[in-house]
């Protein structure tokens, strides 16, 4: 069973940056994918970034796209997400996920993804 762990969010200014992390523990084996999806208060949990753990296939979201950077080291299990140039509409709690998908070009939806972590709180205020 896989075990995600996020961490690093807390509170900016717009314009700032934070890194979140995403660390992985268990038997990842029939993991290929990893995501972070974001859920604001009263929205639907909204993918952003995808990342194949060949780590030279990734998507992101229009909303996100030039802003936010996925990444991973493999020797530490983690997935990281840095997020510049951030906004007040940035603003949710973020989750990490991981499952096993087709390659896409899509981050795709919730429901493909078996695994999450419990989120972490980004807020950004104006």
């Known amino acids: 069973q896989v075990h995600l762990v996020e961490s690093g969010g807390g509170s900016v200014q717009a314009g700032g940056s934070l890194r979140l992390s995403c660390t992985i523990s268990?038997?990842?084996?029939?993991?290929?994918?990893m995501a972070w999806f974001r859920q604001a208060p009263g929205k639907e949990r909204e993918g952003i970034v995808a990342i194949y753990n060949t780590g030279d296939i990734t998507s992101y979201a229009d909303a996100v796209k030039g802003r936010f950077t996925v990444s991973q080291d493999n020797a530490k299990n983690t997935v990281y997400l840095q997020m510049n140039s951030l906004k007040p509409e940035d603003t949710a709690m973020y989750y990490c996920?991981?499952?096993?998908?087709?390659?896409?070009?899509?981050?795709?939806?919730?429901?493909?993804?078996?695994?999450w972590g419990q989120g972490t709180q980004v807020t950004v205020s104006s």
């Open positions: 268990g038997d990842n084996v029939m993991t290929n994918c």
């Open positions: 996920a991981g499952g096993r998908r087709h390659a896409s070009a899509r981050v795709g939806s919730p429901s493909e993804y078996n695994t």
